[in-house]
DNA sequence: GCCGTTTTCGGCCCGACTGTTTTCAGTCG
């Protein structure tokens, strides 16, 4: 049984207790223990079977009750708690608490005195007047309630990641040319880099906030306005996006931007943290439970100070043990994009790209690099003009060329190639010999089952030739799941066949994503982080990539092309 | 149900909003 799967039973076992009336400690122990289980870098099914029983005791927030439970499920299948639990509530009522403004309070007035059990009874019921009759319930709040199911149907509930960052960029840009706004910037899940993002939160400093806020709400991209305060507005953009504003005044900034960073878990362990230490954390400060004191704070930094903790970086902020690394000050220094020195998956015109070599290798140079790998997709992909043989030799030769010509960048001979779906390569290994950099991925025969496409892929990597598998699991965040492939074994071929592993920065992709970046860095498997760019613009995916990285844990040292030239030339068994 | 530089028992994050109530329950982030 996956972790995923694990961790959905533990939240479904809350929301069941929720419905009882138990006591909220006990709910918040069962969504804490899901929440560390979903995002735990290995598998229990592994941690159990390589380190014993006893494993689990470790992972914070699982004691003696869950761990028995988890290895309940992970011996049958089943866990008997959970099924007599469910026995006692009619099937699916703990998907009406789903529905925002939707409580467990409110799901079992709706189950017991008017026989609701779905959203559609509930919808129903709305309509005709019925919910509005129960007790705390109102016309108002059933109308609030409806329209809340009526955007449930309509809206996706989470947007990748990538597709939200532009447009946050023009919001920030445009408020800075219209408004005399100080500070501002993203909080929220996007500033932790999830890979989806709900809402987009944005906070600021101005010394004129009603002007600013007033500005925020007449931006050409809002076609509604849901809130507008002194303080902070909401608004609805075309796409249908989300955007609150807040203006804060600036000692308080520091309390605040932390406050609606979250995650919501990771303020949760912070507050107990401190709360054992006799303060008191809010959004406004922190508070000194003695005295009553409060502190407030300009930034960050300091709050985290106070605390006697250094600096989370935001995306590690879930909630794990990050506080506790923090006190003793463990916690490394990430990944920076001002780290990477090039970038080892582009494509150009002669494939699937927009711009030429030229323009690609002079725009990596522009942007620092040392280095940039030409990877064009092999002739088995036709759809994205692969190269032939002929072809890819001509490019060898232009490559040499453009070299000689411009002095400050190298730019690398590579390939995508692709992986057959009987694990050998689309081009000879004579030719993939001749290359600086072999890339390989697959992009075919995605439904293979579990055992066969983990021998395929590790087939391909047992190439002496290969340097790199490129996006991994093949998923498309929103669109296709990833493969089914054990990655646990992946990682283990790439440490005997010396193969790293891409962090590819295509928001659709961010493919190895955060979980399996730990484990893999974890276990010491080299890894690079890419854009597969296939434009100039693109070519700005690194931050994304890199982000994702930092979600895993990754330090400079853990990432290829953070290296000079001759280091990744040696990975690569070249010699420069 | 978990956990321990106050505790192996008795604590457990904090504040705001909304709509329904006449002082607060329920829900949310």
């Known amino acids: ?178 408004t005399d706004i100080r500070s501002i910037e993203p909080a929220g899940s996007l500033r932790r880099f999830r890979e989806t993002i709900g809402d987009i939160d944005l906070m600021g400093t101005s010394d004129d906030p009603e002007g600013t806020i007033r500005a925020f709400t007449q931006l050409p991209q809002v076609v509604d306005v849901l809130v507008m305060g002194p303080k902070k507005a909401s608004v609805v953009l075309r796409d249908g996006l989300q955007v609150d504003l807040r203006i804060v005044e600036d000692d308080a900034y520091g309390a605040l931007i932390q406050y609606f960073t979250g995650s919501k878990q990771h303020n949760v362990v912070l507050r107990e943290w401190a709360r054992r230490r006799g303060l008191s954390l809010s959004e406004y400060g922190i508070t000194n439970l003695s005295t009553g004191e409060v502190e407030r704070f300009a930034t960050e930094e300091e709050f985290y100070k106070r605390l006697g903790l250094q600096l989370i970086p935001p995306e590690i902020r879930e909630g794990g043990v990050e506080v506790e690394l923090a006190e003793k000050g463990a916690i490394p220094r990430f990944v920076e994009v001002k780290d990477i020195r090039g970038d080892l998956h582009v494509h150009t015109k002669e494939s699937d790209g927009q711009n030429s070599l030229e323009e690609m290798a002079v725009a990596a140079r522009d942007r620092g690099y040392e280095y940039i790998a030409i990877t064009e997709h092999s002739p088995g992909l036709g759809i994205a003009r692969g190269l032939s043989e002929e072809r890819l030799r001509s490019q ?6 453009l070299n000689r010509k411009l002095k400050s960048i190298r730019i690398l001979v590579g390939t995508e190639v692709d992986i057959r779906a009987d694990g050998s390569l689309d081009y000879p290994d004579e030719l993939l010999g001749e290359l600086d950099v072999v890339v390989a991925a697959v992009h075919s025969s995605m439904n293979q089952e579990r055992a066969k496409i983990t021998a395929r892929v590790i087939k391909a990597m047992s190439n002496p030739h290969v340097d790199i598998l490129a996006h991994p699991s093949c998923r498309l965040i929103g669109e296709r799941e990833p493969v089914d492939i054990d990655m646990e074994a992946v990682f283990k071929a ?49 931050r994304l990539g890199v982000a994702t990285a930092r979600r895993g844990w990754c330090e400079a040292r853990h990432i290829l092309n953070t290296r000079p030239l001759r280091e990744l030339l040696e990975f690569c068994g070249r010699n420069g």
Request: negative net charge; charged residues 30%.
């Open 1 to 178: 049984m996956k972790n995923s799967e694990i961790a959905e039973v533990f939240e479904n076992i809350a929301g069941l207790l929720e419905l009882k009336g138990e006591i909220p400690f006990k709910i918040r122990a069962y969504q804490k223990a899901a929440r560390t289980i979903e995002h735990h870098p290995v598998e229990l099914s592994k941690l159990v079977e390589e380190s014993g029983t006893e494993a689990l005791r470790e992972i914070p927030g699982i004691g003696e009750a869950i761990s028995k439970k988890i290895l309940e499920l992970l011996d049958t299948g089943k866990l008997k708690y959970y099924e007599e639990l469910k026995s006692e509530f009619p099937e699916g009522i703990i998907r009406l608490m789903d529905v925002p403004g939707i409580g467990p309070k409110t799901a079992m007035r709706a189950s017991k005195e008017l026989g609701i059990n779905t959203v559609e009874e509930l919808e129903k019921a709305i309509l005709d007047g019925r919910l509005a009759s129960l007790p705390r319930m109102g016309e108002k709040t059933a109308e609030n309630i409806l329209r809340h199911i009526r955007t449930m149907k309509t809206k996706d509930q989470r947007i990748p990641l990538g597709q939200v960052l532009p447009v946050v960029d023009d919001i920030i840009a445009e408020l800075r040319q219209r």
């Open 396 to 401: 060898i030769a232009k490559i040499e060329e």
């Open 494 to 542: 790439a440490l005997e066949t010396h193969t790293a592993m891409e962090i590819n920065g295509q928001p659709q992709r961010l493919d190895l994503k955060d979980i399996h970046i730990q484990r893999a860095k974890d276990l010491g498997v080299p890894l690079v982080v890419s854009t597969d760019a296939h434009s100039i613009a693109q070519l700005n995916l690194m």
